[in-house]
């Protein structure tokens, strides 16, 4: 419930946009987005119109550079350059999901960019690890899973929208999830039980903004390095991860319905 409050709350405040005290000065985020974009090799156009197409870039840039664990500084480098650009007044007011909405964004893609720089921000902090062969590993599991692991946020966006009352409830297997890709991939032979860990915490961070009420918690002595319900290998080896089912919503008829849950 607490969910479909925000939503109502931030559905009402955009209908008297006019009227909301809002102090994100428009002219230097539009100029501190450029230059993240820029640092990201994104487009200015649409770093902050696509929440999706920025978090594939982030991600992208992430496993890419995953020989060099320089790759990972120089993103977490371009997100403290552009709060320090902003300022901590617009970093409050433009990044915010409301700030976000009075910019034109949906509360749903807005809520995705509040959850992606919680995510960022654990990354680059308590998430952080300089060995080489640990950012190696993280890196190529962004890689080889990068089609599972979106699918699977997807599933837990179209979710928390269409049935909020049931949010924590998506969010532990969006962390769940993740937890098991990261900890039975290119990890799993030195360093599985933090990097399950890791992959737990990125998620639970990235809900946090939107459910505070939920106790889903990542504690690393409590973390079980078995995959689970959530991953299985094909007789290939392959990686497949369980998308839980997803409530979609009819464009033409307006009606709810579910898809079943698959491996993918």
Not at 30 to 47: D, G
Not at 215 to 225: A, F, G, P, S, V
Not at 247 to 261: A, M, N, R, S, V
Request: glycine share 6%; net charge negative; aromatic share 14%.
């Amino acid at each position: 419930m607490f969910k479909l409050f925000v939503i109502l709350s931030v559905a009402s405040f955009v209908a008297s946009q006019g009227e909301i005290p809002n102090q994100c000065n428009q002219i230097q985020f539009k100029a501190c987005s450029a230059n993240l974009a820029q640092a990201i090799n994104l487009s200015p156009e649409l770093i902050f119109s696509n929440s999706t197409i920025f978090r594939m870039q982030m991600a992208s840039n992430f496993y890419e550079g995953r020989a060099q664990v320089y790759n990972w500084v120089n993103q977490c480098n371009a997100l403290s350059q552009f709060y320090g650009c902003l300022g901590q007044i617009n970093v409050n007011e433009c990044l915010n999901p409301v700030g976000l909405i009075i910019m034109g964004l949906s509360p749903d893609m807005a809520f995705d960019y509040d959850g992606s720089f919680k995510q960022y921000a654990f990354e680059c902090g308590v998430g952080f690890n300089q060995r080489p062969e640990v950012y190696q590993c993280l890196g190529s599991t962004w890689m080889n899973a990068a089609s599972q692991l979106t699918a699977l946020s997807l599933s837990y966006r179209l979710n928390v929208q269409h049935d909020p009352t049931n949010a924590c409830k998506y969010a532990l297997a969006l962390q769940n999830g993740y937890a098991a890709a990261f900890g039975n991939n290119n990890c799993r032979a030195l360093y599985q039980k933090w990097a399950t860990w890791w992959g737990c915490s990125i998620m639970n961070e990235y809900v946090t903004g939107q459910f505070r009420h939920c106790t889903n918690k990542c504690t690393y002595d409590q973390i079980l390095t078995m995959g689970g319900n959530f991953i299985k290998f094909d007789e290939d080896g392959k990686m497949l991860m369980l998308i839980p089912k997803t409530w979609h919503k009819d464009p033409i008829t307006g009606e709810l319905y579910q898809e079943e849950e698959m491996w993918l």
